[in-house]
């Protein structure tokens, strides 16, 4: 199924504009993920293309060719996994499962054979029979997706399907959720505020700030060419390196750069992967930290620019704390984005 | 166990209590089964006294059952919908709303019957008919109910969960049915119970509305207790005690039951 959104908006009666007036269309199978930090409306947008949330009016939400503005959630026929789960603790994981195919009031032999094939699918079949509150944390966010996606929605819903679990548990279910998004073969939206969880799992990201879509693409895109300040900063975590531009010389308090592009007027952003320490940088600062990561140090050097910059270090020893070092910017690696304007 | 003294206070002060609740009522159930109580247990233990009860008052067991269901059938059809509203509606008027159903709380019975006798007592087949005392029943033992399922509501996700029901094409109906009614029913239980039980015990009000051909349960009994041998009043507080301990005992389980999962 396509989704289109035009001129979706959301006002909440105190007059917060959670939603500004938004376009979105999402492809056949495609998997969509809104990134931003809280408060940003991703949850807001997600919920009005559920319909648990009424758009302002001049909102339209097409479902192929069907225009699904004024229809109930439970009209809509997509699957929704919430980030609490909102598991019915008064039945069994099989009852959970089986509830949506009950409201579509199918045979009972078709529902126990469909929900049996959504139990091999998540590989659920040892709990079938246990109550919710039997499960732990993973297996929960598991039969929540069973759950949604049995009645065979049209379209998969997530709201921070990974968020209610632990870090260590977090990583290995991103990578499964991927694959079984893959293998439902859906169209889906999932919304996050963690970039990992976004670059991971969907084909596109729209990342989301102040009620708005800030900028839309695969990931790579993203994070290779951010259209504004924010998408640097959230995608990536970019730092910005405030200095005074004058042609294509940026003169910060550590040194001298080379732009790619004249500068004035823009704001450049390095990530820290781009920072390197070696003895022929133009660049002199100091070292504030050094954290040991495994495979590589994050170091964080002061006196370049007015905050610490981080640096990925993938040397055998690092520089101890205090050291004065060279460090050096390829100018390819800088990107020049328009000066942050104030959105909100 | 009886090493140091103040497990040996300890024990006393526990027994001395115990023997303050039970020795009255052990000499009243005892008065009820002797033959003459004025001779003492040595005139014989008999059940000519119960039997005799219930001949004598059947009609105020059988009125009082009757209304205790009546009345649970009343606060379940208001109490649960009302629980529900106020739970998925939280906010300073769901606050006033729930304050106002208390209210039969603390206004005392007699108060409370004197209203609706002022209000209702010239319309002679209503004031007659046992709906009378019903309604009064109900105003009483409505927020027990009310309280006691929106506890529960409260502390469970109701709005998520109803969402998810939605989402999974469930009406707002089927929702009700399928997903608030079975979550809400350690409220429901102990609510049903606490109404049942105050429904059967209570006197102030019922003792106001009653009229002499319907008489409840306490109503007979100070009935007994003033025009009766004291036998006859002590075997009505037997059968009386034999009706409400187990509704009692019942009621604290579905409340420790209900406030397990409050937690």
Redesign the interface.
């Known amino acids: 199924m396509t989704l289109r959104l035009t001129h979706t908006a959301k006002t909440y009666p105190d007059g917060t504009k959670a939603l500004l007036p938004t376009e979105l269309s999402v492809g056949k199978g495609e998997i969509v993920s809104l990134l931003g930090p809280s408060g940003c409306g991703k949850t807001t947008l997600l919920r009005i293309i559920a319909g648990l949330e009424t758009p302002d009016a001049g909102s339209e939400i097409w479902f192929d060719n069907d225009n699904v503005t004024p229809l109930p959630v439970e009209r809509r026929q997509v699957g929704m996994v919430f980030q609490s789960y909102a598991l019915f603790p008064n039945m069994s994981v099989r009852a959970n499962i089986g509830y949506g195919l009950k409201m579509q009031q199918l045979p009972k032999s078709e529902i126990e054979a469909r929900v049996t094939e959504v139990l091999d699918m998540c590989q659920l079949q040892p709990f079938a029979a246990r109550a919710i509150t039997a499960l732990s944390g993973g297996q929960r966010q598991r039969v929540a997706l069973a759950r949604a996606i049995a009645p065979r929605p049209r379209m998969l819903l997530l709201d921070e399907p990974l968020s209610a679990l632990d870090a260590s548990l977090r990583g290995t279910l991103r990578e499964e959720l991927a694959v079984l998004l893959r293998e439902f073969d859906i169209t889906a939206i999932f919304v996050t505020h963690d970039q990992d969880e976004a670059m991971a799992i969907a084909d596109r990201v729209a990342v989301m700030c102040h009620g708005r879509v800030l900028q839309t693409g695969t990931p790579e895109e993203l994070y290779r060419n951010p259209k504004s300040p924010f998408v640097a900063g959230f995608v990536g975590n970019a730092m910005s390196l405030r200095g005074k531009a004058d042609g294509t010389t940026l003169y910060l308090d550590g040194g001298a750069l080379t732009l790619p592009a004249r500068g004035e007027g823009q704001t450049v952003f390095v990530r820290a992967e781009d920072v390197c320490i070696g003895d022929d940088g133009p660049l002199r600062g100091k070292v504030e930290t050094v954290t040991f990561l495994g495979t590589h140090y994050k170091i964080g050097i002061s006196g370049i620019t007015p905050d610490t910059i981080a640096s990925i270090h993938a040397g055998q020893s690092a520089p101890k704390v205090g050291d004065m070092i060279n460090v050096a910017i390829k100018p390819e690696t800088l990107m020049l984005l328009p000066q942050e304007v104030d959105v909100a | 166990m009886f090493k140091s003294k103040v497990k040996i206070m300890q024990l006393a002060v526990t027994l001395l209590a115990c023997a303050f609740l039970f020795v009255p009522i052990i000499m009243s159930v005892l008065a009820g089964l002797t033959a003459n109580y004025f001779k003492g247990i040595s005139s014989g233990l008999t059940f000519k006294w119960v039997i005799e009860v219930w001949e004598l008052y059947a009609n105020s067991i059988f009125l009082s059952m009757w209304l205790a269901i009546a009345c649970l059938v009343c606060t379940l059809i208001i109490g649960l919908p009302a629980a529900y509203g106020l739970a998925r509606h939280p906010g300073w008027l769901s606050r006033l709303l729930e304050e106002f159903i208390s209210l039969p709380l603390a206004i005392p019975g007699l108060a409370l019957a004197l209203a609706l006798l002022q209000l209702y007592g010239s319309m002679k087949g209503f004031r007659a008919s046992w709906t009378f005392i019903l309604v009064g029943h109900v105003l009483y033992t409505l927020p027990f109910m009310v309280r006691s399922i929106l506890a529960v509501l409260a502390s ?2 109701l709005k ?2 109803e ?9 707002p109906w ?1 929702r009700f049915r ?2 608030v009614v ?2 809400a ?1 350690p409220g429901i239980l102990a609510g049903s119970l606490t109404v049942v039980t105050l429904s059967i015990g209570e006197f102030n009000l019922t003792w106001m509305l009653h009229t002499p051909y319907l008489k409840t349960l306490p109503v007979g009994l100070a009935d007994s207790y003033a025009s009766m041998r004291l036998e006859i009043a002590s075997a009505y507080t037997l059968v009386f005690f034999v009706l409400i301990v187990p509704l009692l005992m019942a009621m604290q389980w579905a409340s420790a039951r209900a406030q397990r999962i409050t937690q």
């Not at chain 2, 969402?163 to 009406?171: H, R």
């Open positions: 469970i996700d998520t969960l969402e998810g029901a939605a989402s999974l094409g469930a009406s089927q399928d997903i079975p979550n029913m």
